[in-house]
C-alpha cells in the first residue's frame, strides 16, 4: 500500500540550531510532496510543495525540502530554528486515487528549547 | 487568496443531539472539498471526500449515516454529526481543492472545528 512516514513523532532542538525533519514515501507513480505546519488547535498550513522541477524546494519560514527520488524522500531543513517554530509537522503526499486525495504522516512535534 | 473557513471554530453539544459543521471557500471555488477527523497528537484521518453536487464518498470505516455530507454549492460543504456520543468528540478539519488546480494536489484547509459532546 502506498504510504507516507514520518520517523520521528518528537523532535527537541535549541534555538537557533539546524533541524531536519524526515519524511519518506512509498509509490510506485509521481507524486506530489508537501509539508504542513499545524499550531496547536488550528488547521494546516502549507511550508511548501514540490509538484516538479527542481528537486531543492523553498518554503515560507525559511524552511526547505530536498525531492530524492532514489531515496523515496523528502526531508524538511532548517538552518536555524526559533521558539515560534514549535509546532507539529506533517507530511503530505498525492499517491493516486481519482479524487487526488493525500495521504498525511503521522507527523513529528518539533519542540525549539530556548 | 485561498481562504477555508469553518464554522463553528469551537462546540459543545450533548449526547444524543446533532451538530452542523460549515466548510466554506471563501475566495476560490472548490470543486472537491474533503472532511477530516484528528484525535489529540494525531495525524488527520480522511473520512470523507465530497463533490459539488454529488454523494460524498466515505472511506472505510466512517458511517456515513451518522457523518452527514452535503456539498450544496462549489464553496460550500458542510458535515453532521448525528445523534453525537462523546466517543465522537474530536477536531474535524475541513480541505477544499480549487476549481482552477488542474491535476494538482493541493488542498487549502480551514482551521478546524473543536467538537466535544458531553
Known amino acids: 500500500a502506498q504510504s507516507v512516514t514520518q520517523l520521528d513523532s518528537q523532535v527537541p532542538v535549541f534555538e537557533e540550531a539546524p533541524v531536519e525533519l524526515r519524511c519518506n514515501y512509498s509509490?510506485?507513480?509521481?507524486?506530489?510532496l508537501f509539508w504542513y505546519v499545524q499550531y496547536p488547535n488550528q488547521g494546516l498550513q502549507l511550508l511548501l510543495k514540490?509538484?516538479?522541477?527542481?528537486?531543492l524546494v523553498k518554503g515560507i519560514n525559511g524552511f526547505e525540502a530536498e525531492f530524492n527520488k532514489s531515496q523515496t524522500s523528502f526531508h524538511l531543513r532548517k538552518p536555524s530554528v526559533h521558539i515560534s517554530d514549535t509546532a507539529e509537522y506533517f507530511c503530505a503526499a498525492g499517491l493516486g486515487g481519482s479524487a487526488r486525495q493525500l495521504t498525511f504522516g503521522s507527523g513529528t512535534q518539533l519542540t525549539v528549547l530556548p | 487568496g485561498a481562504v477555508v473557513s469553518q464554522h463553528p471554530s469551537r462546540v459543545i453539544c450533548k449526547s444524543g443531539t446533532s451538530v452542523k459543521i460549515e466548510c466554506r471557500s471563501l475566495d476560490f471555488q472548490a470543486t472537491t472539498m474533503f472532511w477530516y477527523r484528528q484525535f489529540p497528537k494525531k495525524s488527520l484521518m480522511l473520512m470523507a471526500t465530497?463533490?459539488?453536487?454529488?454523494?460524498?464518498?466515505?472511506e472505510q470505516g466512517v458511517e456515513k449515516d451518522k457523518f452527514l455530507i452535503n456539498h450544496a454549492s462549489l464553496t460550500l460543504s458542510t458535515l453532521t454529526v448525528t445523534s453525537a456520543h462523546p466517543e465522537d468528540s474530536s477536531f474535524y478539519i475541513c480541505?477544499?481543492?480549487?476549481?482552477?488546480?488542474?491535476?494538482?494536489?493541493?488542498?487549502?484547509f480551514g482551521p478546524g472545528t473543536r467538537l466535544t459532546v458531553t
Open positions: 514540490y509538484l516538479s522541477g527542481s528537486t
Open positions: 509509490s510506485s507513480v509521481s507524486v506530489y
Open positions: 465530497s463533490n459539488e453536487g454529488s454523494k460524498a464518498t466515505y
Open positions: 480541505s477544499a481543492r480549487s476549481l482552477d488546480s488542474g491535476t494538482s494536489y493541493e488542498q487549502y
